[in-house]
């Protein structure tokens, strides 16, 4: 048996930035964080030759070809995996839709632990790459490649995204109690609202071929840059401004991102003490987070009292192997 364990990631600035309709043409850059929320992916051998999938519904095929789940199907086919094999998947909280990456979590988990089950290695650079390219050129989701770098290679990072299609992963370097201050300081909350981020996603990329919306999008690059820039230099004094900013900006691009009822939620948190925060995700749903000083938390969480908070911490290591029992 196999387990793959994979992180759920955080985006503070620049989303958006890794849609090809903007990196095509200028260099695009995410900051983000992977957290302590995670996809697990179990793969065992299945005795009687036959394909056995179990997610939220459970398949049982004979042929890789007759699987349902497009990510399933052709993470199969890319390995050339055609029998003989059960997959299981659980995550630590609900994700679908979530905010958190969880579509490319789940596909770089997926191809990590399937190179296992093959006996064979796969670097943090492969298991993003091809997670990329199962999503967007094999599925046609027309999403950014900044969730599958997260995922694979965990930890606060820019990440870049270049016109010839490359990725360059940085992390930030900074001190260990800018990092602690960093996670006491954020409170996040689920919605109870889910969505399709291929869909708000879609209209992003048609409005980034406008020269305003892409203006904005400059300026959430930029502020990408800003933010490693100061936290390298060991200074959290404009985190939450910076956050602010970021939002107020996406919220431009395009209808979908937010809507009254976001807006609501987001002005009450800064009422009650948060310095910034933002959406996760597309928008429109998901999980929403705010950058405020501890002692403000409890004011934030009464004024917040419909959204159920959820509690986390960063992740350092990004996509792992669990569990490795070869499989003759």
Not at 57 to 81: F, G, K, M, N, Y
């Amino acid at each position: 048996m196999i387990v793959s364990k994979t992180p759920l990631r955080m985006s503070f600035v620049g989303g958006g930035s890794d849609l090809p309709a903007f990196y095509r043409e200028e260099v695009g850059a995410v900051l983000s964080t992977s957290i302590d929320k995670y996809i697990y992916v179990c793969v065992n051998k299945k005795f009687d030759g036959r394909i056995r999938v179990s997610y939220t519904r459970t398949e049982d095929v004979e042929l890789r070809q007759q699987v349902e789940h497009p990510l399933v199907r052709e993470a199969l086919d890319l390995l050339r995996i055609d029998g003989g094999i059960e997959i299981v998947s659980m995550a630590d909280i609900p994700s679908k839709g979530s905010g958190l990456g969880s579509s490319s979590t789940y596909t770089v988990g997926l191809l990590n632990a399937l190179y296992a089950y093959r006996n064979q290695f796969a670097s943090k650079g492969i298991l993003a790459d091809q997670a990329c390219d199962i999503e967007i050129n094999r599925c046609g989701e027309p999403i950014g490649k900044q969730d599958q770098y997260a995922a694979a290679f965990g930890g606060l990072n820019l990440i870049r995204f270049h016109p010839d299609d490359s990725v360059s992963v940085d992390p930030v370097i900074c001190k260990p109690e800018i990092l602690q201050m960093m996670e006491d300081s954020m409170i996040v909350f689920f919605t109870g609202r889910t969505r399709s981020a291929s869909a708000v996603l879609a209209n992003q990329s048609v409005a980034l071929q406008t020269s305003d919306r892409k203006s904005l999008m400059r300026r959430m690059v930029q502020l990408a840059f800003e933010m490693k820039e100061q936290l390298e230099s060991g200074s959290l004094d404009y985190f939450g401004d910076l956050l602010d900013e970021n939002w107020r900006l996406k919220a431009q691009l395009t209808e979908g991102i937010s809507d009254p009822q976001i807006d609501s939620w987001y002005s009450r948190g800064l009422a009650n003490g948060a310095l910034g925060g933002k959406l996760l995700g597309a928008g429109n749903g998901g999980f929403i987070l705010f950058y405020a000083p501890k002692e403000r938390h409890p004011k934030i969480i009464s004024a917040l009292a419909e959204l159920q908070q959820v509690k986390f911490r960063f992740d350092r290591a990004g996509a792992q192997i669990v569990f490795y029992q070869p499989i003759m």
